[in-house]
C-alpha cells in the first residue's frame, strides 16, 4: 500500500518564475493539507482540501494556490516565486474526521 | 492562537543514555490533540504519538514514553536507551479539536535536532 507520493522530489526555479508541485494521498484518504518547512523550522500550514474546495488556509499570500481533483490528488502552485520560498513542501493526507495524518517525502524546492 | 515551543534546538548524548526533549504549548481550546513527529534526513515525517486533551495518562511504547501535563502545558518526549537510528529532528504539533466536518491544521513547534552518537 503506497504511502503519500509527492513529485517531483527537487526542483530548481529562477525568481520570479512559477511552479506546480504534485501529491497523491495515501489509498483511502480523501483529505489533503500542504505545509510549507524552512530549513531549520518547522513546518508551516498552506492550506487544506476536501471534496475539491479549500477547507482552511494558513498565513501564505494569494500567490499560493491550489487544486484537489475528483481522485483526491492535490496540487500546490506558486506563482510569482521569490528566493524566500525555498524550501521542503509536505504534503499531508487523511480522512475527514479524523486526526490519522500521512506525509510524504515532500519536495525541495530551490529558487535562484 | 496556537504555539508550540520546543526550546531545545540541539541535543547530542552517546548511545544508551535516556533523553527527554521537551515541548510547551499554548492554545485557548479546551480540547485539543498533540502529536510527536520524527523527522529523519530523508524528510518524511514519522508518526509516532497522538495524545488528546482528555487523556493525561502517560505513555509507554517500546523505548520511547510520553509525559503530557495538563497544568503545565507540557507534553514531553523520553527515550531510553537511545540508540544511533535514534537521530533525526523531532516535532512536537498541536491540533484543535475537528468541527465544523474538517479537521484541523497542525501547528508544529521549530524541532529538536538529536544526535546519538555511538
Known amino acids: 500500500d503506497a504511502g503519500v507520493t509527492q513529485s517531483p522530489t527537487h526542483l530548481i526555479k529562477t525568481r520570479g518564475q512559477q511552479v506546480t508541485l504534485r501529491c497523491s494521498p495515501k489509498?483511502?484518504?480523501?483529505?489533503v493539507s500542504w505545509y510549507q518547512q524552512a530549513l531549520g523550522q518547522g513546518p508551516q500550514f498552506i492550506f487544506q482540501?476536501?471534496?475539491?474546495?479549500?477547507?482552511q488556509r494558513g498565513n501564505f499570500p494569494d500567490r499560493f494556490s491550489g487544486h484537489q481533483f475528483p481522485n483526491y490528488s492535490s496540487e500546490l502552485n506558486v506563482n510569482a516565486l521569490l528566493l524566500g520560498d525555498s524550501a521542503l513542501y509536505l504534503c499531508?493526507?487523511?480522512?475527514?474526521?479524523?486526526?490519522?495524518?500521512?506525509f510524504g517525502s515532500g519536495t525541495r524546492l530551490t529558487v535562484v | 492562537a496556537q504555539k508550540v515551543t520546543q526550546a531545545q534546538t540541539e541535543i547530542s548524548v552517546v548511545e544508551k543514555e535516556d533523553v527527554t526533549l521537551d515541548c510547551v504549548y499554548e492554545?485557548?481550546?479546551?480540547?485539543?490533540?498533540l502529536f510527536w513527529y520524527k523527522q529523519p534526513p530523508s524528510g518524511e515525517l514519522v508518526f509516532l504519538i497522538r495524545?488528546?486533551?482528555?487523556?493525561?495518562q502517560n505513555e509507554i511504547s517500546g523505548r520511547y514514553s510520553w509525559n503530557f501535563q495538563k497544568s503545565t502545558s507540557s507534553f514531553n518526549f523520553t527515550i531510553t536507551a537511545s540508540q544511533v537510528v535514534d537521530s533525526a529532528v523531532y516535532f512536537c504539533?498541536?491540533?484543535?479539536?475537528?468541527?465544523?466536518?474538517?479537521?484541523?491544521?497542525?501547528?508544529f513547534g521549530s524541532g529538536t535536532q538529536l544526535t546519538v552518537l555511538p
Open positions: 499531508a493526507s487523511g480522512e475527514q474526521m479524523t486526526y490519522g495524518y500521512t
Open positions: 495524545r488528546n486533551s482528555f487523556d493525561e
Open positions: 504539533a498541536l491540533s484543535e479539536a475537528i468541527s465544523s466536518g474538517s479537521a484541523r491544521q497542525l501547528t
Open positions: 492554545t485557548r481550546d479546551t480540547t485539543y490533540y
Open positions: 482540501y476536501y471534496e475539491e474546495e479549500e477547507r
Open positions: 489509498s483511502g484518504h480523501d483529505t
